[in-house]
């Protein structure tokens, strides 16, 4: 958690390496220092003060827009308040651009070199948001984002830029983070100069409950849980827990034989009042979730897989990037074409993780993948929309709704590219008699050598000569297939390479059981094509199946299930029931004020997906989550 004198050092002979590349020593790059005042974080208000050089006439300073790892434009610039710029004792005069709005032009009258910038942060109330811009603070604990709190001029890279950051702490709490401390007192934690991609890339986590647990103990580099949560009893999860997540660094370092961080923190929120999500760093992790996720059998389940994936980002991401996504600061647009690799093998890989580090069992790892196989198998967006476009797509989409998500298709490169890459896996596997595997191009990669966070930058040509070099075959023939084609259905040769076929039967996965009971939900989706709450009301229908063709949609509510009051339990004894009888199901239901009967001729009973063996084919797929 706190980080040794030895590294600082390095780091500040690393810095002096970095500070002065493209404009020559004459115009040496901005020295900026950032204080940061948590201590009203329960209060859900951050407060920052920056001094920086400046120089006459309009100085441009941005807030960060394109935050690497979300895809989009989603710095919160809406939570910027108290905005304030100071030179001299005075009060300057600034005004945001007209045309950009994370971008401020401040007047700086002669005689000042320096200006003090002081500013607040707002994180919203209520778990609500995404990424860095969610609900990030409770009454317990936070994670501070450094982009919500930094201005930086124009004219600079981020790693040109070096900022001296210190932070308050709400009094007693604890913290966490990949950043190298300079120094600690009660009051204060000063951190070691580093460049704004670093800062930006080393969220602190910190709370009145928080437990550090070495996942490597006597190795190097270090890698560490820094896990915060609203309560201590959150924080006692049977021993098993924590020896899982110390088996995900033993299995990702036999993966890819190397890694690309000085030290790893998983800086891991356990909160019913946080934003719920996973955000890669090249040295931590951001991931967020519900408070009993390590001491609940339903809850870890739901939650296992999110840090292997944000692990994994650290090689696929982080440091092999696409060239498109790798920006040189904040402001430049970045192109997500190639998400279905940064994503889509980030999510194959950190499936496959969670069974060989025993997160999952072999059955847990098969209905995960089932239930993923069988959402992407209905989708019927297919049909307007290729992969390619989900990826191409999601700067200006990802805050879609999640009503119409079947024909909205809106982030498939997540899953539909676990499916690609498993496939891709197979025929690596069978190109090479088993000699190489999706293990091998992993090494050649993300690999060897290892050493601290650096980007290298990749193109679609990449990816397929890595390929070719562990296993030749028209991989762009493959790809290409893969991203633009119009279905119908999922890609499933994957599961079935690999010795595996997916079957629906009437028996609830303890995942889809997990997931209602998490959600206060009923999962139709695979029979009359219906996601309910347990009131009723109609979260989603999938395109394509009886509900949505009988004329029912997201947003009405069923009422009563062939003349008897809507339950869970009444749904699928009506399924049930309509197995062996010809008269159609009959929905009530009410649609913005009115009531209506609907008639389902539905007769396939409850539907759930599970995968069974193809004994035709030899066990690909278990040897593929084996531990390594
Ligand atoms: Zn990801």
Redesign the pocket.
């Known amino acids: 958690m706190i980080a040794s004198s030895p590294r600082i050092l390095r780091y500040i002979f690393l810095l002096t390496a970095l500070v002065f590349p493209l404009f020559g020593a004459a115009v040496p790059a901005p020295h900026i220092s950032i204080f940061v005042d948590a201590t009203e974080a329960p209060r859900k208000i951050f407060h920052a003060r920056l001094t920086m050089p400046a120089k006459p006439g309009s100085l441009t300073l941005y807030y960060p827009k394109w935050i690497p790892g979300e895809h989009g434009p989603t710095g919160p610039i809406q939570d910027l308040a108290g905005l304030k710029f100071v030179g001299n004792g005075k009060t300057l005069t600034w005004r945001r651009d007209l045309l950009d709005g994370w971008t401020f032009h401040v007047d700086v009258p002669s005689g000042v070199s320096s200006i003090e910038v002081s500013l607040d942060f707002i994180s919203p109330a209520g778990s609500e948001g995404i990424y860095t811009g969610g609900a990030t603070a409770t009454d317990k604990m936070a994670v501070l984002s450094w982009n919500t709190v930094v201005l930086y001029p124009a004219g600079w890279t981020s790693d040109e830029l070096t900022y001296e950051a210190s932070l308050r702490l709400p009094a007693g709490w604890k913290f966490g983070t990949s950043l190298p401390v300079a120094s600690q007192s009660a009051e204060e934690i000063k951190f070691a100069p580093i460049s704004l991609t670093l800062l930006v890339d080393g969220p602190v986590i910190t709370g009145q409950y928080l437990k550090a647990v070495p996942l490597n103990p006597g190795q190097t580099p270090l890698v560490e849980l820094d896990v915060a949560s609203d309560s201590g009893a959150a924080l006692e999860p049977t021993p098993d827990v924590w020896e899982h997540y110390k088996n995900l660094v033993t299995q990702a370092s036999a993966l890819f034989g190397a890694q690309h961080y000085r030290d790893y923190h998983f800086l891991y929120s356990l909160s019913n009042h946080v934003a719920h999500f996973g955000l890669?760093h090249h040295e931590s992790n951001d991931s967020r979730t519900n408070e009993r996720a390590l001491i609940d059998q339903e809850q870890r389940l739901l939650s296992s897989g999110l840090l292997s994936?944000e692990y994994v980002?650290s090689w696929n991401g982080k440091y092999r990037r696409p060239a498109d996504l790798a920006t040189s600061d904040y402001e430049k647009p970045m192109q997500t074409d190639l998400l279905w690799v940064y994503?889509g093998l980030?999510t194959y890989l950190g499936e496959i993780l969670t069974a060989r580090d025993g997160e999952r069992t072999p059955d847990q790892f098969r209905d995960s993948l089932s239930y993923t196989a069988a959402q992407l198998d209905h989708r019927s967006g297919r049909a307007w929309r290729n992969l390619q476009d989900t990826a191409d797509g999601v700067p200006s989409m990802q805050d879609a709704p999640h009503q119409w998500e079947s024909w909205r298709r809106p982030l498939d490169y997540y899953e539909e590219d676990e499916l690609n890459w498993l496939w891709a896996d197979t025929i690596i596997r069978a190109q090479t008699h088993g000699q190489k595997t999706l293990d091998d191009f992993c090494q050649l990669f993300h690999g060897a050598p290892s050493g601290p966070p650096q980007v290298k930058p990749y193109t679609f040509e990449d990816v397929l000569s890595a390929l070719n070099q562990v296993a030749p075959y028209n991989w762009r023939a493959f790809w290409s297939k893969r991203l633009e084609n119009h279905g119908p259905g999922a890609p499933l040769g994957g599961i079935e390479e690999s010795g595996w076929k997916v079957v629906y039967d009437d028996v609830r996965s303890e995942q889809v059981r997990a997931h209602e009971d998490e959600r206060n939900t009923v999962d139709a989706a695979y029979s009359i094509g219906l996601w309910l709450r347990e009131d009723g009301s109609i979260i989603d229908s999938v395109e394509g199946m009886p509900a949505a063709l009988a004329g029912i949609g997201p947003g009405m509510m069923v009422v009563a299930i062939n003349g008897r009051k809507f339950s869970p339990e009444i749904l699928r004894e009506a399924l049930r029931e309509a197995k062996n009888s010809s008269s159609p199901l009959e929905l009530l239901v009410e649609n913005t004020d009115y009531y209506k009967t609907f008639k389902l001729d539905y007769h396939g009973g409850e539907k759930y997906p599970h995968l069974v063996r193809d004994e035709s084919k030899p066990d690909v797929l278990s040897d593929i989550i084996k531990p390594k």
């Open positions: 890669e994936h980002h994503e980030t």
